[in-house]
């Protein structure tokens, strides 16, 4: 399997591949290729500005008797709903993983300037994805003439808190952010994946997704060989700490996000909006993203026993 050779890989050989990682981002990076004026693209009011198939309640009576009006608003909500998700992951979930390894890498490990350089590199990405999301969920609110959807309590962010507030030391509150960076940058690209590849929807809302999607490839490669290099220092006890991080993850991905669909419900007065919330539950499709998961597991080498480097990461932190 091709989990089996990654888990072999040399700290040498790692370091070989995050050099490529880095000569990649140059040429293929969206941040590298020109700032891009998606709002020059065209607005067809007659299309969807999200996909209705990833609507958790898409199949519930309420939704499918409701009016083609109050569809096409609750689709445009979904499109805010969905970025201001990103938005999130980028700021809150990502970004401090970055700033931990740029700031401390691991210590021991051969390959701290190379992870230095892939952080540093995936931290402007997610600069530009936060900037795409921001303006693509303002220009569908200009066109569309809908009021301001405030919402902040997303499930990720608040489990992602509670477990950090949980931890004892340092050291475990860095492996935390680092697991749910890590799982969360092999799921982003389950999670754009439907928007991505849907021709159907708003040009902008199809055109932000792909061109996140194609970075979000190189991001899960980053943070898996950044995993295999940080792992490598790990006790078996704290690589099972990382693993049921990272597993626990998926279901926060997953999350439904009511309380998001029920501020914006409330905005546009759904009729049956408190069935749908009801209904809907915690319902989620969690298979969706838990192959891709158990993919990261084994590439990384969490299915094997530990490899202990010298200097551990954890010593690093105190
Ligand atoms: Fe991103
Ligand atoms: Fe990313």
């Known amino acids: 399997m091709a989990g089996d050779n990654t888990v072999q890989l040399e700290e040498g ?4 591949m995050l050099s490529k990682l880095s000569a990649l981002w140059k040429s293929r990076a969206a941040v590298n290729a020109g700032m891009r004026d998606y709002s020059l693209l065209d607005f067809n009011p007659a299309k969807s500005d999200f996909s209705e198939e990833l609507l958790p ?4 009576p309420a939704w499918q008797v409701a009016s083609d009006e109050m569809k096409s608003k609750c689709l445009s909500y979904a499109w805010i709903i969905y970025n201001l998700k990103t938005i999130y992951i980028e700021s809150n979930v990502v970004t401090p993983a970055c700033e931990d390894v740029i700031k401390s890498p691991p210590v021991g490990s051969r390959n701290r300037p190379a992870l230095q350089s892939v952080m540093v590199e995936s931290l402007l ?9 921001v303006d693509a969920c303002n220009y569908i609110y200009a ?3 809908i009021e301001y959807l405030d919402f902040t309590d997303f499930n990720l962010v608040t489990w992602r808190n509670s477990l950090l507030a949980g931890c004892n030391a340092e050291w ?5 952010r680092f697991g749910i960076a890590c799982a969360s940058e092999t799921l982003i690209t389950d999670y754009l994946k439907v928007m991505a590849e849907d021709r159907q929807i708003q040009s902008i809302c199809h055109e932000v997704t792909s061109t996140h999607a194609r970075d979000e490839w190189s991001h899960s490669s980053v943070f898996s060989f950044a995993a295999i290099d940080i792992l490598r220092g790990l006790s078996e006890r704290e690589r099972k700490y990382f693993k049921s991080v990272v597993l626990k993850t998926v279901e926060m991905f997953a999350n439904n996000e009511l309380g998001a669909w029920q501020a914006a419900f409330s905005l546009i007065k759904f009729p049956d909006a408190d069935a749908i919330i009801h209904d809907t539950g ?3 499709e969690v298979g969706i993203y838990m192959d891709s998961v158990e993919r990261l597991i084994e590439r990384v080498g969490l299915n094997a026993p530990a490899v202990v480097r010298s200097q551990a990461f954890n010593t690093s932190m105190g």
């Open 13 to 16: 050989s790692v370091g070989q």
């Open 57 to 60: 309640f898409k199949h519930h």
């Open 125 to 133: 990405d997610e600069a530009l994805h936060t900037k795409m999301s």
């Open 143 to 145: 066109m569309r003439g």
């Open 172 to 176: 475990e509150r860095r492996l935390t």
């Open 282 to 284: 915690s319902s989620n």
